[in-house]
């Protein structure tokens, strides 16, 4: 991969850090990816309960009449943090996107580097 082939972003980023002393370091992706988890987790949560009771055969009753019933009940029934049940697998979901994006910055970042010591 050229560095003519690099995400903007990916080239934006090389030229912040190369301007002064830089605060980012590897953790901040990976801080980046426990908010999203945590804060996409609960959404992902409302969305299975659902689609999963529209696969139920049809003598069986609904169990959520819709987003805000799923809520309802699983804090009922759970507390607080059933909404974040299951929480590692979108850990290990994201952690894809980690590797796939750090994989891109750190290719660019060597391709630059080559074509910069050429």
């Known amino acids: ?3 003519r082939d690099c995400p903007s972003w990916v080239i934006r980023w090389q030229e912040l ?4 002393p830089s605060t980012s370091t ?7 990816l426990t908010i999203s988890a945590a ?4 959404t992902e ?5 659902l689609q999963l009771q529209l696969v139920q055969p049809d003598h069986l ?3 959520f009449a819709g987003p805000v019933d799923v809520v309802r009940q699983t804090i009922n029934g759970q507390g607080i943090t059933g909404m974040w049940k299951g929480v590692g ?18 290719s660019c970042s060597t391709s ?3 074509r910069a010591n050429e």
Request: proline content about 4%.
């Open 112 to 114: 630059t580097t080559n």
């Open 89 to 106: 697998a979108s850990f290990i979901y994201r952690s894809c996107f980690a590797a796939m994006f750090g994989g891109t910055s750190l």
């Open 26 to 32: 590897p953790l901040d992706m990976g801080d980046v």
């Open 61 to 63: 009753s609904r169990q």
């Open 17 to 20: 850090s190369q301007d002064g």
């Open 39 to 42: 804060i996409a987790h609960p």
């Open 1 to 3: 991969m050229g560095a």
């Open 45 to 49: 949560t409302i969305k299975c309960k």
